[in-house]
């Protein structure tokens, strides 16, 4: 079902994606050795990924480092959710044997569980034995991570782990692996890896990126009218106008409009899409707050971009005058960088402007 708010998985679900999954299943089949798919947050990349994965035929892990961080971004976490996906892939195909051979692996008939005690797996073991299965039978498989930015709070320091080399090491030498990152956070996912610019271990290698955009205006209407029809509806155009022009071409608030609307069948276009936008903004709200809990600053940016003003020097002055505070250059550069690197805000011309209209209405009320 379009409407369906949960990812994807089959590609009759997966509406205005054909150019961009053709990319990534291309990307597949040539053997491109990381693909970072991006776009701001509820644009659809986790669908996206599952259909490609299904759609490739080729065997994967998929991790959603999101659940690695309910638990902390410990290494114990980590290993908990490649445990499961590895016992999923260990279900379908005859890896055991190889997996085996690595230490801190356990083998409990197709299930396999990684110890994350005094004798971890080594990761790049544990892709080299992934590798010589894929070798042995002629196939390639897929890493997939999704939110890969996260990536940054499980490496460096004492006991972590150093995923930029782990990701150079199996861009490298383990030619049967492709990896791909997703990134909603698309400049913390380039920060990430590039970190230490020419000493990157990503510094001159190629990557495929995937981008994927918000719908334009026709293609948000062409989806809500064909997640409508799909479910025997036919609404008035002008609902579903007015609703393109609060949710814009978020997919996933569209979605959640769509699936409201059609469990709501007695109330008014109007009620529930102002519904929608009061959940919408709830969620925002909460992303935003973890913001401001770094820094106040953060509030007085948002809530400025989000009343229109945008423009650097413009900006400074509004902050100035609420605050009653100096404010210096450095600073307002590093917190308006900072949320361009988180995909909040988006920068043309030099101006500055939200890139999720919920985003901005939530902004307004911080």
Known sequence: MLFDPRPKECSHELYGRQKELRRLLTAFKRGEPLILLLGIRRVGKTSLLKVALRESGLPYIYLDLRAVGEDGFTRAALYIQLSGALSRLSTRYRIADYLRRVRGVKILGSGVELDWGMKPPLLNQLFTALNNWAIEQQTRIIIALDEAQLLRYMTGG?????FRALLAHVYDNLRQLTTVLTGSEIGLLMEFLEAGGKESEFYGRYREEVILERFNREEAIGYLRAGFRELGIEPEDNSIIDAVEKLDGVVGWLALYGYTAT?????????????????????????????????????????????GVDEWSKIKRRIESWSGKYMSNAALTRLLTRLQNLSIVGKSNGRYFFLDPIMRLAALEL
């Open 158 to 162: 004492k006991g972590r782990l150093n």
């Open 263 to 307: 469990r709501n069948p007695d109330k008014e276009p109007k009620e529930i899409l102002q519904q929608v936008i009061t959940e919408a903004k709830s969620v925002a709200t909460q992303e935003l707050r973890k913001l401001i809990y770094a820094s106040h600053n953060y509030r007085l940016v948002l809530k400025a971009v989000a009343e």
